[in-house]
């Protein structure tokens, strides 16, 4: 974050962050999708982006002690090609939940709403049908 703090969004974080929110299926196959995260991060607030990142991926406090604190439903959604959260993380945090289940979809990264929004509508369908 250095580098972005100091110069800005350039090509090499811009890659950077597509390669950790997109699966290299979606940056090769789908130009819009690229495109969008890439003006998505390039168009975007650079302190804005900056807080964010610090608070959300840098300082984010571990909350799995939490989650058997969770009594609603709670679907975790992940990609087979989540860099940082594996369909394995996912289902041992569902287990932790008394409501809790998880999912995996193949190909997918970060954004699997993006790059998959017909899977995700439907697990999502599916789940709460279940839940109800």
């Not at 087979?80 to 979809?105: K, M, Y």
């Amino acid at each position: 974050m250095a580098l972005y703090r100091t110069t800005g969004p350039q090509e090499i974080v811009v890659e950077a962050v597509t390669k950790a929110l997109l699966s290299a299926r979606t940056r090769q196959d789908d130009p819009e999708a690229l495109e969008l995260v890439r003006s998505s991060f390039t168009g975007a607030d650079r302190a804005g982006t900056l807080n964010a990142v610090e608070s959300i991926w840098l300082h984010r406090p571990d909350l799995t002690p939490m989650l058997s604190l969770v009594r609603a439903p709670t679907l975790f959604i992940t990609g087979t090609a989540h860099p940082d959260w594996s369909p394995e993380q996912a289902q041992d945090a569902a287990g932790l939940l008394p409501h809790g289940s998880a999912e995996a979809i193949d190909g997918t990264a970060y954004l699997a709403a993006l790059e998959a929004p017909e899977e995700v509508a439907g697990l999502v369908r599916r789940f709460w049908a279940s839940a109800s």
